[in-house]
């Protein structure tokens, strides 16, 4: 039986409107034709695309296509150029005239386009004529007004000092315009008796330097205004000329040295240039730094007006190198070759014979040709010499050379020293024979510096010419078309200075470091010469190379090393904002904290507050310490009128003798001289004690009060053991503690810092917060014992000032030093003592270091909150860089002989809170901490800073130059004991070390 149930009944017309089996895609895409459009636009355009370059598939998109609209298939060219045209509308100036289509880079590295290109980038900064090879090597600053290269891309530090010690070095420095004057002899050296001054040097009026033979160097101050308001150091150099016996040979048109002006027309009528007459008038050229130049000018024709001397800057007319190191004599000896300058006509030179060269007319004159002779003659001789400092000093010579591109070496090479070309004979006695005619030059003639630059052949041509040689590789012979150049090349000696003592070990660096020639160009052959140089194995370098070099020579750089000058105050007030705004960018805790540290300047050396400090201690002023530095901080100026630089050669040289005799040893026969009358049985110690008092009332007599207390004095450290100084490194005096502890042991490495309180307004004011929010802690703290903070100052340390309490203990001390901190238990800082057998170990224990600062004991079951009452209440002081007043220190309150504090003051009756606290803390919102006085910022008494310092390669340890006021170094001759050597403290800014080192006068 079919259990299934009974199938339903389906109605005829029911089932003749259900849905079909099978879809009429006619009429279907007719009912949904515009649903297939709008997705057929989804397909075609991918996201947002706007260009028709993304509407293809991304693995049909190619790079070419986005710029190249041939590349794209051929359905969408179409709308790309009308996407193009409209880009182009858009983007023009004026709405409607489409942009000019940019220039391709073949077009935009034509020789001719690329010179328009960097004329335009110069409107700001000019370049020097090697700035394209500099900038390809160097990083690059703008400084002065000019783009000048600052180190190579390489490491260089090791291996520029190894080519300036046993090489060449190589350096542009033609950024230092010159400035000519014209006029009388006689007039010329009146007008610049006003700019210079005979006491720091020879100048320009000296018989050494007026003939020509001798390149010098001055410093220029303003208008009578010597010792103060110095401008900047100057190189220098007078037109040399022939005797009147020579340069009246020939008819008496005049020599080369001639007063005359003889103008000599060439064939095509024109003026080519002029040669020297006979006439009362003379030249004098000065190279002057770029920093300075608007400043020597404005005082040049001031002066130069009264005097009727003509005052013009040559602007970039004269090019300069400088080769340092003892193969830049090998490396100038190859590069440069004399050139004929007799007129041989040569087939070749058929097109060009009419026109005459400036070198065929200018050796026409009479006396002309018999000078480059003698030069050729002189330049033979120097080939037998084998360094540079063996020549004459600052010796000038002239020469007419060869084009360097056609000598230009197949690749680079390494001149050295010829021995063959040695002579047996003592160079030094062929080198001072210098003679008028060595120097005169036809560079001097305005009208010949441009004729060199005009004839010069461009390198395409010579490339072109040296492609069709039938011997590659022979050198060009171009006859009367290859240029003749005229160069100079000055002498400047190296240096080796002394260290101290007068034994030959003291001397730092070796004999002649340093020196090499300058050689002076014509401009548009800066390049030519530059390459030159660089293929024989000279290294270029940068103004950071230059600086270590001045360093290891122990003379100053312009214009960091100037202090007293005003281009120097903006140099070091624009490193001073560079070096601030770098150090705050960092986060607190990878910057070093100076104000723990104890370091009040760490970006610039405040020479102004140093000086009126030692002034006002030498005055016996006895102000305040915080008047005193409001007072300083008030006088700082960029113009320093009221103090200067120690440059006399005379009271230099006093100082640098009194140094040495310090270090000298002393002779027994001193020691057995009998005594005086009336001295009996101590007769030697009062002899051996007055004779450095006497010396140094002396000197002080010698340099006269104002110096002494107004001047400050070019020095150089050298460090006696571990450790490199740094810029900005300050220079202290030791103390009797800290020699006797580096005679006891000469591995001793210096004290130490202690660190110092940082005080806050924020630390204030969450101070004040929680002791507002505890009143019985407030209460509790009046029987407790407060916990001291680090001490900011010397004042906290123990450091009084006269007619104030002080103990026993530091009344054995000096007048010249400082009572060191109770706390501080090291024998850097105590007089040696037997260890006392009651002390426990840790206290008869020495150390090579000194401790920091150790907190007072306290019970370490006392509550946080007690212990944060207690730091309140002394950072709520009345004088907030002291927590503890100085006319509280008394004997009674003062620490022991093994280092362990007293007890303090009793708290005051209102529970430890005194009146002026409370206005203190009243007003800590609306006030700052008082500014800590320079002298009183560190334990050690600060007498000068350091310009530049580093690990100097020369003596194979630390080395730095700097300055010391004149009151601090007589202060340092006074305390220091006979017999040793002169040594000081150096601490860096970010360093709480110092470390000994020897300190002289360069």
């Not at 900064?125 to 002065?144: D, G, N, P, S, Y």
């Not at 194995?537 to 750089?557: I, S």
């Not at 723990?596 to 000086?611: E, N, T, Y």
């Not at 001390?813 to 040696?832: D, F, I, N």
Request: proline share 6%; net charge positive.
């Amino acid at each position: 039986m079919d259990s299934s149930p009974p199938r339903a009944k389906v109605d005829k017309d029911v089932q003749d409107h259900s849905d079909p089996r099978a879809i009429n895609v006619a009429s279907f895409a007719t009912a949904r034709a515009a649903e297939i459009n709008t997705m057929m636009d989804a397909i075609t355009s991918v996201g947002s695309a706007r260009v028709p370059f993304q509407r293809l598939p991304r693995h049909m998109q190619r790079r070419a296509m986005s710029h190249n609209i041939k590349r794209l298939p051929r359905w969408m060219r179409a709308a790309a150029r009308q996407q193009a045209a409209k880009d182009r509308n858009l983007k023009s100036k004026d709405g409607g005239t489409p942009l000019q289509p940019k220039k391709s880079r073949r077009h935009r590295r034509r020789p001719g386009n690329l010179q328009e290109e960097y004329q335009r980038r110069q409107h700001r900064h000019q370049w020097l004529e090697t700035h394209i090879w500099h900038a390809k090597r160097f990083k690059m600053v703008e400084k002065w007004g000019w783009k000048i290269p600052l180190h190579p891309s390489d490491k260089s530090a090791r291996a520029t000092y190894r080519a300036t010690a046993r090489h060449c070095v190589l350096m542009d420095i033609s950024y230092n315009q010159v400035v000519e004057l014209s006029g009388a002899e006689e007039k010329i050296i009146a007008a610049m008796k006003h700019l210079t001054s005979s006491d720091i040097g020879l100048t320009m009026a000296s018989k050494a330097f007026i003939s020509g033979r001798r390149h010098g160097e001055v410093l220029l101050y303003h208008r009578d205004c010597y010792p103060h308001r110095v401008m900047g150091p100057i190189s220098y150099l007078w037109q040399a000329e022939l005797p009147p016996c020579e340069s009246d040979g020939g008819g008496g048109r005049g020599g080369a040295g001639g007063r005359e002006e003889a103008r000599t027309v060439g064939d095509t009528g024109g003026e080519v240039m002029a040669a020297e007459g006979r006439g009362g008038s003379r030249r004098l050229w000065m190279w002057v730094h770029p920093s300075c130049l608007n400043e020597v000018l404005d005082e040049l024709r001031d002066v130069c007006g009264t005097y009727e001397v003509r005052v013009e800057s040559l602007g970039d007319e004269l090019l300069r190198f400088r080769l340092q190191g003892p193969l830049a004599h090998p490396i100038l000896l190859d590069a440069l070759q004399l050139a004929s300058v007799t007129k041989k006509l040569d087939r070749n030179d058929a097109q060009t014979q009419d026109v005459p060269y400036w070198w065929e007319k200018y050796y026409q004159l009479p006396g002309h040709a018999q000078v480059h002779e003698k030069q050729a003659e002189a330049w033979k001789e120097l080939g037998l010499v084998q360094t540079a400092t063996e020549v004459a000093s600052n010796a000038v010579f002239s020469l007419i050379v060869r084009d360097p591109r056609i000598l230009l070496p197949k690749k680079r090479t390494k001149c050295m020293v010829n021995p063959d070309r040695i002579a047996d004979i003592p160079s030094n006695i062929r080198g001072h024979n210098l003679t008028p005619e060595l120097s005169i030059s036809p560079l001097w003639n305005a009208d010949i510096r441009q004729a060199v630059g005009e004839e010069q052949e461009a390198t395409h041509e010579l490339n072109q010419l040296r492609s069709q040689l039938l011997v590659p590789g022979t050198d060009l012979e171009l006859g009367r078309r290859e240029s003749r150049i005229p160069v100079l090349l000055l002498q400047h000696t190296g240096t080796r200075q002394l260290i101290s003592g007068s034994g030959a070990e003291d001397y730092a660096g070796m004999l002649g470091y340093g020196g090499g020639w300058d050689l002076v160009l014509p401009r548009k052959w800066g390049m030519a010469f530059w390459v030159g140089l660089i293929y024989r194995g000279a290294r270029a370098c940068g103004l950071r190379e230059m600086g270590k070099l001045c360093l290891h020579r122990n003379v100053p750089r312009y214009p960091e090393d100037f202090p007293d000058s005003e281009t120097g105050c903006k140099e070091v007030e624009a490193l001073a904002k560079e070096l601030e705004e770098t150090f705050t960018r960092k986060p607190p805790a990878k910057r070093p904290n100076h104000a723990k540290l104890g370091v009040c300047s760490p970006f610039r050396a405040p020479w102004d507050k140093l000086i009126h400090e030692w002034t006002a201690r030498e005055s016996g002023d006895q102000t305040s310490s915080a008047d005193t530095a409001a007072e300083s901080a008030d006088r700082i100026s960029v113009e320093c009128s009221d103090w200067c630089v120690l440059r006399s050669r005379e009271k230099l040289n006093a100082v640098r003798e009194e140094l040495h005799s310090c270090g000298k040893r002393i002779r027994r026969t001193h020691q057995k001289k009998p005594s005086k009358p009336g001295l009996q049985g101590t007769g030697t110690d009062v002899s051996l004690s007055s004779e450095p008092a006497s010396r140094i009332r002396c000197l002080r007599q010698k340099l006269g009060v104002e110096v002494t207390k107004r001047t400050l004095v070019w020095v150089g450290v050298r460090m006696v053991g571990r450790g490199f100084p740094t810029q900005f490194a300050m220079i202290c005096l030791p103390t009797s503690a800290d020699l006797a502890e580096l005679a006891k042991n000469p591995s001793y490495g210096g004290p130490e810092e202690p660190i110092h309180k940082e005080f806050s307004r924020k630390r204030m004011r969450k101070a004040a917060k929680m002791e507002e929010k505890d009143d019985s802690v407030k209460r509790a703290k009046v029987s407790q014992k407060a916990v001291p903070e680090p001490p900011s100052t010397p004042r906290d340390m123990g450091y009084v000032k006269e007619g104030e309490a002080v103990s026993e203990e530091s009344s054995t001390l000096s007048s010249g030093e400082q009572r060191p901190l109770p706390t501080v238990t090291s024998e850097a800082q105590m007089p040696a003592q037997e260890p006392n057998k009651s002390e426990s170990p840790e206290a008869s224990r020495s150390s090579d270091k000194v401790h920091k600062m150790d907190y007072c004991q306290f019970d370490r079951t006392e509550s946080k909150a007690n212990i944060l009452s207690k730091r309140t209440d002394q950072l709520l002081a009345p004088d907030n860089t002291k927590s503890v007043a100085a006319s509280d220190l008394t004997p009674s309150a003062s620490s022991t002989s093994n280092g362990q504090q007293g007890a303090d003051p009793p708290p005051s009756a209102s529970g430890g809170r005194t009146e002026e606290a409370s206005q203190a803390k009243a007003s800590s919102d609306a006030t700052t901490p008082a500014m800590v006085p320079l002298l009183e910022s560190c334990t050690r008494t600060v007498i000068g800073f350091l310009t530049n310092g580093a690990q100097a390669f020369s003596c194979g340890e630390g080395m730095g130059v700097g300055f010391c006021v004149t009151s601090g170094l007589l202060e340092l001759m006074r305390t220091s004991p006979q017999g040793r050597k002169l040594v000081v403290l150096v601490r860096n800014t970010q360093s709480l070390q110092y470390r000994f080192a020897y300190i002289y006068v360069p």
